[in-house]
């Protein structure tokens, strides 16, 4: 799957990293997949790296039904989640840019979008070097199913 998905308890972060070809399937899929963690909570803040997408099959159409999937995560619920994107590609930041100005319209998601890791990792105050380098040091769960 071009998305994948981990999480930090102890940093309260939630990391997503897009890769190859991504399209509104396989984000609506991965979406699925996230809501039924075992480590899901609504709001907990996200880092999502866009560095790897070499190519992205979202339109207009389909950020609005990202943004309202998002934000209808927990019915009946307002969750304010705070998603700071890493999209160093031109094309892809721009589609980030555009879900930034939708959410910022909308009550729930709150997007960031950044063009290096360094102001990525700022934003969400951490101190390491790198993506790479935070995943190393730090512990993150693989997607687990829920039970029941």
Do not use: C
């Amino acid at each position: 799957m071009p998305i994948e998905f981990s999480t930090s308890l102890e940093l309260d972060l939630l990391f997503a990293r897009w890769h190859g070809r991504v399209d509104f399937e396989q984000f609506e899929q991965n979406f699925v997949r996230y809501l039924g963690d075992a480590h899901y909570r609504p709001g907990r803040p996200e880092l999502i790296d866009h560095s790897g997408i070499t190519e992205m099959d979202i339109n207009l159409n389909y950020v609005k039904s990202i943004l309202r999937q998002v934000n209808e995560q927990a019915p009946g619920t307002l969750v304010k989640t705070r998603t700071v994107l890493y999209s160093p590609n031109e094309t892809v930041y721009g589609i980030g840019r555009m879900y930034q100005t939708l959410a910022d319209m909308a009550d729930g998601i709150q997007v960031e979008v950044y063009q290096t890791e360094r102001e990525a990792l700022d934003a969400l105050e951490l101190p390491h070097s790198s993506i790479e380098q935070l995943l190393a040091a730090e512990t993150f769960l693989p997607p687990t199913p829920r039970a029941g």
